[in-house]
């Protein structure tokens, strides 16, 4: 999923004029991506003439950190450590199911692929 790195966006519009689903916006001066509307063509990752718009894979150790911080403050309610080890091996499991859903996501998208 394309994003919008705030700080170098000059709000040019060319990003807007060129979507073709209208899925970029202006808001105080800067483009944001409405996320449900974006069909991730990456047009708007091609003609950004300050390359604002980036690639959602610059955010996996941001999104790592905020996951390991979630874990953290939903440790803090358990007080005996057996609590405390069962709640990261049920939230290693939950992870662990994020994981196989994607995998199996892209299995499904290779065979889309073939098809073509």
């Avoid at 709640?87 to 290779?110: D, H, M, P, S, W």
Wanted: contains cysteine; glycine residues 4%.
């Amino acid at each position: 999923m394309p994003w919008i790195k705030q700080e170098d966006c000059v709000g040019c519009e060319t990003c807007i004029d060129e979507c073709p689903v209208d899925a970029i916006y202006l808001e105080n001066e800067t483009a944001h991506i409405d996320k449900e509307l974006c069909v991730r063509c990456g047009i708007c990752h091609d003609i950004c003439p300050e390359e604002a718009i980036r690639h959602d894979s610059e955010k996996i150790p941001e999104d790592v950190e905020a996951n390991v911080e979630w874990t953290k403050k939903l440790l803090e309610y358990y007080d005996k450590i057996e609590e405390r080890r069962a709640f990261l091996i049920r939230i290693g499991k939950y992870f662990n199911k994020e994981k196989v859903v994607a995998e199996k996501t892209i299995e499904q998208i290779e065979l889309l692929k073939g098809q073509l």
